[in-house]
């Protein structure tokens, strides 16, 4: 791939749209825009950034009425001159200034390869690349908030930081090494292991990010529990904030699992109805519970709803036996009529779930049990909602191998080994920090990132 010829390419999405955007990046970027734009002021002469009226025409035919901007080197996305001709959106218009263009000697880009140039140009690490794709896939507020800062530079950071402290450690061990006869301070052993030791910590650390970082892009499941009638398709329902399962005064109405996403604190949960747990001679009903005991053992939390009017009795009892290897919320619901059991009862008969008042009927208490939800979902995940996230399996993977090695190198440490042996190890781990910003990243791992983006980006 030659990364020195201009590439074009439709930045804006398939279809028909407002706005189209044609985007070129190389040194000869600017010199075909002018080729092709008629407008008050010639791109060449444009200041970087300004914003010019015109048409694109070709050959005297008059292709499409655009808005045309310079962004020069090394101040654009790719650090080479870049220009946007935004035209009418609709996929003929966009295509016809794409071929024009073209035609004046850019070649069409390849996937993700404006981006690749910002990072051979040094403005982006390859962190902060990958993280521009997670930013534009995105499905949930908070993995895109997430990927935004990685984009930003705050993982490269992190593990820049991590990097320059083990090549000080790297530093110190080879002096001694080179100069061990003369006066070069003593590295102790002991104090070595405790900074090797440190840094694993972060390391690791940070690797234990991704199951959080994993949650927030896809979110998980949560199904709402109990016996028939406690309120559990109500629930959904007020969740949802609409009516979709159907509600009524009979037990065992909702008969087999229902299915819905919502959006809970920015995180994506698909919550399932299930139909309620008791012995039953239907047959229908009983193939729902069947079901129902499939979506306990998949998901990742149980709504156990209880209803607070009543006392509660063995059927809930057995309903708690039955979800209890997984984490759950009690949520007592029907808070709005004369209150039997409330919350000190719950916690006392489900030790170690969190439990909520609710009314799903008139619809309060929600915004708690919403809490408690997320808090629920991100518990145990490592990381915090203030701290960087690991989003990307090669990152986690990388972190791994970093940290496997440090773990070695205590060990030669320990074992009594030359510090050689540690030197090497430690520089294992420095690769393959090195490897998640792109400093020590074969081709090969690059055209595989690169190829995952859409063109255009
Ligand atoms: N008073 C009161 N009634 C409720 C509440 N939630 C549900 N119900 C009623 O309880 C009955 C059973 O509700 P439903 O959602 O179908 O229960 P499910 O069998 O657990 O799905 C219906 O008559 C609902 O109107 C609540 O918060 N307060
Ligand atoms: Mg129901």
């Known amino acids: 791939m030659d990364t020195n010829d201009p590439i074009a390419a439709i930045s804006t999405p398939v279809g028909t749209g407002g706005i189209g955007i044609v985007r070129l990046s190389g040194p000869r970027a600017v010199e075909i825009a002018d080729a092709l734009f008629v407008g008050s002021v010639r791109p060449v002469q444009a200041l970087s950034r300004q914003l010019l009226y015109g048409k694109v025409i070709e050959d005297g035919e008059e292709i499409d009425e655009v808005l045309l901007s310079v962004m020069r080197a090394p101040h654009s996305y790719t650090t080479e001159d870049v220009v946007e001709i935004n035209g009418h959106g609709g996929m003929v218009a966009v295509r016809r200034v794409l071929d024009a263009v073209c035609r004046k000697g850019a070649r069409l880009a390849e996937p993700g390869e404006f981006t690749r140039r910002a990072f051979l140009g040094g403005r982006i690490d390859l962190a902060q690349a990958e993280a521009v794709t997670d930013v534009i896939r995105a499905q949930t507020e908070r993995s895109l908030r997430s990927a935004y800062r990685s984009m930003r530079g705050e993982l490269s950071e992190q593990i820049t930081a991590l990097r320059s402290r083990l090549l000080e450690e790297v530093a110190r061990i080879e002096l001694t090494l080179d100069f061990s006869d003369e006066e070069v301070p003593f590295v102790d052993p002991e104090e070595l292991k405790d900074r090797i030791a440190a840094i694993r910590e ?256």
């Open 202 to 457: 972060e390391i690791e650390r940070l690797s234990a990010t991704f199951q959080r970082g994993k949650i927030e892009r896809e979110g998980i499941r949560a199904a709402i529990v109990g016996k028939p009638n406690v309120g559990k398709s109500s629930l959904m329902n007020a969740l949802l904030a609409e009516e979709r399962v159907i509600v009524t005064p009979v037990a065992g109405t909702t008969r087999d699992s229902v299915e819905e996403r919502v959006d809970i604190e920015g995180l994506a949960v698909s919550l399932i109805d299930t139909a309620g747990i008791r012995e039953t001679a239907d047959i229908i009903e009983s193939a729902g519970k069947q079901r129902t005991e499939t979506e306990i053992e998949d998901a990742d939390l149980i709504l156990l709803v209880l209803d607070g009017s009543m006392k509660v009795d063995e059927e809930d009892r057995s309903v708690g036996r039955a979800t209890e290897r997984i984490k759950r919320i009690v949520v007592i619901n029907k808070c709005d009529l004369p209150r039997v059991a409330d919350r000190a009862v719950a916690e006392a008969i489900f030790p170690g779930a969190g439990a909520v008042e609710i009314s799903a009927k008139e619809r309060w208490g929600l915004a708690q049990l919403e809490a408690l939800i997320a808090d629920a979902a991100l518990d145990g995940t490592g990381g915090s909602s203030e701290g960087i996230v690991v989003q990307r399996l090669r990152h986690k993977i990388c972190l791994d191998r970093a940290s496997a090695a440090l773990r070695i190198a205590r060990k030669s440490i320990t074992e009594g080994l030359s510090y050689e042996y540690v030197a090497l190890d430690l520089r294992e781990s420095l690769d393959a920090l090195g490897e998640i910003v792109g400093e020590t990243t074969t081709e090969e791992i690059l055209n595989h990132i690169f190829s995952e983006f859409c063109i255009g980006k």
